[in-house]
């Protein structure tokens, strides 16, 4: 069977075009639903697509899967929370970017850019155009690598503890000692010990013992 031959990325203008819906995302401070925002991005093309997100804010939002990739005449969605809801931030326009490229390649192809705005209510009236000095602020504006957030997992455990050691040894010790009433010895009387005493110190290394196996 003869293979299909793979065709170069149909580059306009040395870019290749990004398909992304929505074009901004808005985000409502007393709409706690509208503070995840949903951005779909599309391959039209015949070859898979590695698509990388940037921002310029990247601490006031969260992005799921911030880095992936499209198969060949399929799209995907990318989750985008705001989690820095606050007055100081209304009407501040920030800015996500889409690079793609090749899977094969680590040079962008192309690009796509959002805009996201928080308002403190769906309700008020829209906001008054931008004016070109924001407009300007907005186009010059640097944009960093999203933080890769995971779940929560549990530190990996590093071994008992030094006191935790000490007291083992300690209770080892006690262990090893006469108990009281023995004759022959040559241990001092005052170190020996009463039997409820060593069953006490084989008590606690018994519960020490089980603390360490599970560390």
């Not at 697509?49 to 995907?76: H, M, S």
């Not at 602020?137 to 455990?157: K, L, M, N, W, Y």
């Amino acid at each position: 069977m003869q293979q299909q031959q793979h065709r170069p990325p149909e580059l306009v203008g040395g870019s290749l075009p990004v398909f992304v819906f929505p074009n901004e995302l808005v985000f409502y401070a007393d709409d706690q639903l509208s503070h995840k925002q949903v951005l779909t991005l599309y391959n039209p093309y015949e070859f898979a697509l590695k698509f990388k997100v940037l921002c310029t804010a990247p601490n006031k939002y969260t992005v799921v899967d911030a880095t992936g990739a499209v198969k060949p005449q399929c799209c995907v969605d990318i989750v985008i929370r705001h989690r820095d809801v606050r007055a100081c931030h209304y009407g501040v326009y920030d800015k996500f970017r889409l690079q793609v490229s090749e899977q094969s390649q680590r040079k962008a192809l192309g690009r796509k850019e959002v805009t996201a705005t928080l308002r403190p209510s769906a309700s008020q009236d829209p906001p008054s155009p931008r004016p070109q000095d924001e407009e300007r602020r907005i186009a010059d504006s640097e944009f960093f690598e999203q933080t890769v957030f995971q779940t929560e997992s549990r530190p990996v455990a590093g071994g008992p503890s030094l006191l935790t050691v000490l007291l083992g040894l300690v209770c080892m010790a006690a262990l090893m000692l006469p108990t009281l009433g023995e004759q022959e010895s040559t241990v001092p009387v005052y170190l020996h010990l009463s039997v409820n005493k060593k069953l006490v110190a084989a008590y606690v290394l018994g519960l020490l013992t089980m603390v360490i196996l599970r560390t």
